[in-house]
């Protein structure tokens, strides 16, 4: 399977931005996910979607400010991100893998990665 992403840009502390990630090619995944990774750091979880049932998962860092939903007809999920503060500038990748529900919130529970969008935020 391919993703690409895209929807990345430059906003203001306080904007929103919307990522979405388009999948190609035959699949087996169970999860469709965002991860993040600023200049030196690791790459972090965001968010993820069970793309059977719809159960989604959020960092911390970001629940009740980051949306992530699914257009199962586009093959396509989305992640909606609203008052963004400048800690979220960081490249985004998309995800997908036969994670399981332990493994969801984790690299190691996705084989196929997109090729990252940036998303960056001014104060």
């Known amino acids: 399977v391919q993703l690409q992403a895209s929807g990345g840009g430059l906003v203001q502390a306080g904007g929103s931005l919307r990522l979405s990630c388009t999948a190609s090619g035959r699949t087996d995944s169970t999860y469709m996910g965002w991860f993040r990774q600023a200049p030196g750091k690791e790459r972090e979880f965001v968010a993820t979607i069970r793309l059977s049932g719809g159960h989604t998962y959020y960092a911390d860092s970001v629940k009740a400010r980051f949306t992530i939903s699914k257009d199962n007809a586009k093959n396509t999920v989305y992640l909606q991100m609203n008052n963004l503060k400048p800690e979220d500038t960081a490249v985004y990748y998309c995800?997908?893998?036969?994670?399981?529900?332990?493994?969801?919130?984790?690299?190691?529970?996705?084989?196929?990665w997109g090729q990252g969008t940036q998303v960056t935020v001014s104060s």
């Open positions: 995800a997908t893998g036969r994670a399981i529900m332990s493994t969801s919130t984790t690299p190691r529970g996705y084989h196929s």
